[in-house]
């Protein structure tokens, strides 16, 4: 950004003196000018008051607590789009289960790119998406991913964002981490209602090569730029992360690390080393945040689907112990191994539902708290493997499905606070989480059961899951 004569000294000051503050003039019109429209920079759509308050800020159910509970997270395609009915009723729906946490992200997920010249906003997409959090009486949750192109060394304009995957998982440079940080504050002004921000997602653009580890020394530096930020635009705005990915891999391999292990597999050890410099040298977090799977990074779900899930309850005990026992929360947790276009759908429905509500137990007994599900939303069509609701695009859609009742329910009953209850089970392969009040029950065998719960004879079809009063 920096920029430079005739016998007598005294001259020669002034015409350097003059040369530049001239050659400072023309700099500030050079900057000026390239953010203006039709002069090389993109800036259509755009304005300067990304910090002015959207709409109409509401109070969250949990505004307050750094434990929001079970929700889920918005993706590309999501119910703020499509036929006003189908939106509606989805919002209906949510609003009258009480209102579930949900996380947007700042950039990509179903958001444009919020800066894409320096001091210029655009947050349509992303006002739509807390607009629709609002409306639906939820919790909104901001997750600080991704970062601008100019951040990362791309070009800036808003035509000239880089979608690519690879772009999109680019971390910002070292020396715009203050840029970033400032977006975050800025992002904070302009929905005060929201009080929960996590930093990054799952350590992105933060591998070292050179080392073949985690870069955690970067992204910790990141996170401590943005959490004071953020406390600097309000002291109660509550701060999480590291999002970093509980990878586990066969107990055999040269990554395990012996630092947690079980029979879902161990721990990665550079994943044990980034959480624990996190943990270390943060400038401070109001709850932790980590993501993963209970299969390992193989695929492989050892022994097997059901079984594979202890390694939630496992991992969340673990990273309680490492922190102090902040409050817990799961961004992303998965039962399910992806196919090569990143599907989930090999699974029949019943059966991905009733791993899924094993996973949940298992995470609620480890001392979890909050967890979001990544909702595979489609855009269009009727199908749509593993979703909370029907596509929205016509009229009659955004009707709720079996993922959707299980989630709803399971956040009704076993919210933050909640006093778990041991009940007696007599026979094999059923799990069971309960409270004074209910029992959730769930068949992990592909035929149908009859066992007795809490002295009850309960007769469970293939996968069932089921809610016992008590």
Request: one cysteine or more; proline letters at 5%; a negative charge.
């Amino acid at each position: 950004m920096g920029r430079h004569g005739w016998n007598s000294g005294a001259r020669r000051w002034r015409l350097t003196a003059l040369l530049g503050v001239g050659a400072a003039a023309l700099a500030l019109i050079v900057t000026l000018l390239s953010t203006l429209p039709g002069n090389g920079v993109d800036t259509d759509g755009t304005t300067r008051d990304g910090d002015k308050v959207h709409g109409t800020p509401t109070t969250a159910p949990h505004a307050r607590d750094p434990e929001v509970g079970w929700g889920f997270t918005h993706t590309q395609h999501s119910a703020d789009e499509g036929a006003p009915a189908a939106v509606a009723r989805v919002e209906r729906r949510i609003a009258g289960d009480g209102g579930l946490p949900q996380i947007q992200h700042v950039m990509g997920w179903g958001a444009d790119n919020p800066e894409p010249v320096r001091g210029r906003y655009d947050f349509e997409a992303m006002d739509r998406r807390i607009d629709f959090v609002r409306a639906s009486g939820g919790t909104p949750v901001v997750t600080l991913c991704c970062a601008p192109d100019w951040m990362k060394g791309g070009e800036p304009g808003v035509d000239a964002t880089d979608w690519s995957q690879a772009a999109l998982e680019t971390a910002p440079d070292p020396g715009h981490y203050d840029d970033y940080a400032a977006l975050a504050a800025t992002v904070a002004r302009r929905y005060p209602d929201v009080r929960h921000f996590v930093v990054w997602n799952e350590f992105k653009g933060f591998w070292n090569d050179a080392e073949a580890r985690w870069d955690h020394e970067g992204y910790t530096k990141l996170y401590n730029l943005v959490y004071r930020a953020l406390k600097k635009v309000d002291r109660d705005i509550m701060v999480g992360g590291p999002y970093l990915v509980m990878d586990s891999v066969d107990p055999r391999a040269h990554e395990a690390s012996k630092a947690l292990t079980g029979p879902w597999g161990a721990l990665d050890r550079r994943t044990v080393e980034a959480f624990r410099y996190w943990n270390e040298h943060k400038a401070g977090a109001d709850f932790v945040v980590v993501d993963g799977s209970s299969y390992t990074r193989d695929d492989e779900l050892l022994p097997d689907e059901f079984t594979a899930t202890r390694k939630f309850t496992d991992v969340s005990r673990w990273v309680r112990e490492q922190t102090g026992d902040l409050p817990l929360w799961w961004a992303e947790y998965y039962v399910e191994p992806a196919d090569g276009d990143d599907e989930r759908e090999g699974w029949s429905e019943a059966r991905r539902v009733a791993v899924h509500a094993t996973g949940l137990i298992a995470l609620a007994e480890g001392g979890t708290t909050s967890a979001f599900y990544w909702n595979p939303e489609n855009e269009k069509g009727t199908a749509c493997a593993g979703c909370l609701w029907t596509p929205t695009d016509a009229d009659r859609g955004g009707a709720e499905l079996p993922m959707y009742r299980l989630l709803s329910r399971f956040g009704k009953e076993f919210g933050p606070g909640t006093r778990f209850e041991r009940v007696p089970v007599d026979g094999a392969g059923v799990r069971v989480l309960a409270t004074d009040d209910t029992v959730l029950a769930v068949n992990t065998r592909d035929r149908q059961i009859s066992v007795r719960v809490d002295g009850r004879k309960v007769t469970l079809h293939a996968y069932q899951v089921r809610w016992l009063e008590r």
